[in-house]
């Protein structure tokens, strides 16, 4: 490729891989280092910020996902250059651009495995748990380390769960993460449905407790083969996650011990006062169950 103007500190950069999100990701290798790297760019032909007007980038986007906003792509950016956690991507040195000057990216470290949501799909739909509990651990642990910081990630699912050969985790797309005590807030739904606390789905106020509610909801449906909420249409999930009880894990699967199903089910209460006060909590809930699980197999 010619003319990658700041991405000239990149060679034999791929053909791009572009989502939903409104952003392509690149395979890179990094000029000095020699490391392969990811390279995130928002799409241009989607992205706008307020005075900004993007222009047409060397490298070349040849889908078109739902647009995002400038203000949002770099806010990602900019949280995740602030996290330093094994369990959550890391974002590498690199000049991010300000609002005004496209093109808008940033550079990654480049992950090799799949996403748990594909791993669910070699495996039948489901785990066992087993195998899930050091996976469930990875995630929370991460989820604890953005709490701590303030930071509420939005959109915790399958898809969003990276994991590698030797089943260690990562935890991607900080895409509509907010600072739970930020000005900002959400006036309409936020995150994937089948994974979203009712609060986010409503628009409202949300917190940490809205991530343990997706994080109840990702391992309901490791264990057991589905989300907790399923329907034909839109409206139809929506009016479950908010107006309905999921059915209890060990009914769903006789395999799992009431324990487990009772510590799965606060974590997917309605209301966010119900469900654990942290994600710490969730997870020492989680291991304890477990363990009374498997002396009882």
Same mark, same amino acid.
């Given at each position: ?39 995130? $760019? %928002?799409?241009?032909? *989607? #992205? ?7 222009? +047409? !980038?060397?490298? =070349? ?57 594909? $791993? %669910?799909?070699?495996? *039948? #739909? ?7 509990? +050091? !996976?469930?651990? =990875? ?63 409503? #628009? ?94």
């Amino acid at each position: 490729m010619q003319n990658l103007g700041p991405y000239e500190g990149l060679i034999e950069i791929s053909r791009p891989t572009c989502g939903s999100s409104g952003a392509c990701i690149y395979k890179a290798r990094d000029r000095e280092s020699g490391h392969t790297v990811a390279l995130k $760019v %928002l799409n241009p032909a *989607g #992205g706008t910020g307020r005075g900004a007007k993007p222009q +047409p !980038i060397s490298v =070349q986007v040849e889908e078109k996902p739902e647009p995002i906003s400038v203000e949002r792509f770099l806010q990602e950016a900019s949280i995740l250059a602030s996290l330093d956690h094994p369990n959550i991507v890391k974002v590498l040195p690199t000049q991010i651009p300000p609002p005004s000057q496209p093109p808008y990216f940033y550079v990654m470290q480049f992950l090799t495995g799949r996403e748990l949501s594909r $791993v %669910l799909q070699e495996n *039948g #739909g489901r785990l066992p748990l087993e195998r899930f509990i +050091p !996976i469930f651990k =990875q995630l929370a642990s991460a989820l604890s380390y953005i709490h701590e910081r303030g930071i509420v990630h939005m959109d915790v699912k399958p898809n969003n769960v990276f994991i590698s050969e030797n089943d260690s985790i990562t935890l991607l797309d900080f895409g509509i993460s907010r600072y739970a005590n930020g000005s900002e807030s959400f006036n309409k739904p936020a995150g994937t449905l089948a994974y979203a606390s009712p609060e986010q789905m409503l #628009g409202l106020d949300f917190s940490q407790q809205s991530d343990i509610f997706s994080l109840g909801a990702l391992a309901y449906e490791v264990l057991s083969g589905s989300p907790p909420f399923t329907a034909g249409s839109i409206s139809r999930l929506a009016d479950r996650v908010l107006n309905e009880k999921e059915k209890p894990l060990h009914l769903r699967c006789p395999d799992i011990s009431m324990a487990l199903s009772v510590c799965i089910a606060r974590a997917l209460s309605k209301d966010p006062k119900q469900r654990y006060p942290d994600v710490d909590s969730f997870a020492r809930d989680f291991e304890l169950a477990s363990n009374t699980h498997n002396r009882h197999k």
